[in-house]
């Protein structure tokens, strides 16, 4: 199973970013996927994640700024990060909890991470 993220860059405050993470391989079935970041020496952190019915749960630090949304179809998740301020800058990482078959136990996947920095 792979997690292949996209979207990271460098944006000044105030703007807009959109991070893509796609799942693919031996997948059955999707639980749920998110979004942590890791800043320079902090811990990682939950930002965002979305249930396969839908149901999403965000840090506090993001709500009203971020979006978490997903197809199902393309296992792909999306987080629209908006009103960006320094303090998000970060190493964002994609996580997918899922199951490979019918019968099997669950797996917690992680992406490579991709660099999110915003200036001020």
């Known amino acids: 199973v792979q997690l292949v993220e996209s979207g990271g860059g460098t944006v000044q405050a105030g703007g807009s970013l959109r991070l893509s993470c796609a799942a693919s391989?031996?997948?059955?079935?999707?639980?749920?996927m998110g979004w942590y970041r890791q800043a320079p020496g902090k811990q990682r952190e939950l930002v965002a994640l979305?249930?396969?019915?839908?149901?999403?749960n965000y840090a506090d630090s993001v709500k009203g700024r971020f979006t978490i949304s997903r197809d199902n179809a393309k296992n792909t998740v999306y987080l629209q990060m908006n009103s960006l301020k320094p303090e998000d800058t970060a190493v964002y990482y994609c996580n997918c909890n899922f199951i490979a078959g019918p019968y099997s136990s669950r797996y917690n996947y992680w992406g490579q991470g991709t660099q999110v920095t915003v200036s001020s």
């Open positions: 391989g031996s997948i059955f079935s999707i639980n749920y």
């Open positions: 979305i249930t396969s019915g839908g149901t999403t």
